[in-house]
């Protein structure tokens, strides 16, 4: 029997860890309302475009793995919340869809009682799926 090298890892269906899971569920009690209820709807979301993805903790905020790599993040702040694409080339892809948003090159601010429009939340999933694929 061989051993198990990271790339196998990579290349194949994750599982969920429930650990992981139970870490993101954690982050998510630590948050006043609408921050909790604003957040758990974009997980939802997240895990319904791209269930395989891992849910894991990455630089102590929630975040999703496909792949090997982290693919969408999220994160509370004190006057808003942030969507992270965990790479600064999505959002030139999607200028126009973003352009009601403020933007830095790697966190997309929105309101604490908004949540993403799930299309939106699909179209920078998508970007950044396309570049990790490209880069196997």
């Not at 993805?53 to 102590?60: K, L, M, N, P, V």
């Not at 999703?64 to 994160?75: E, I, N, P, S, Y």
């Not at 959002?91 to 009601?100: G, K």
Request: proline share 9%; charged share 25%.
């Amino acid at each position: 029997m061989r051993p198990i090298s990271p790339l196998d890892h990579a290349l194949s269906p994750v599982d969920n860890d429930p650990v992981s899971e139970r870490e993101i569920d954690d982050y998510l009690a630590t948050l006043e309302e609408p921050k909790r209820t604003t957040l758990s709807q974009l997980r939802q979301t997240i895990v319904c475009i791209i269930p395989d993805a891992e849910q894991c903790i990455s630089y102590g905020m929630p975040a999703f793995r496909l792949h090997g790599k982290v693919v969408a993040g999220f994160a509370a702040f004190k006057n808003h919340l942030s969507y992270l694409p965990h790479s600064g080339s999505v959002f030139p892809e999607l200028r126009s869809d973003l352009a009601d948003f403020a933007t830095s090159s790697g966190a997309l601010r929105f309101p604490i009682d908004k949540p993403l429009p799930a299309d939106l939340v699909a179209k920078l999933i998508a970007v950044r799926v396309s570049h990790v694929l490209q880069r196997r």
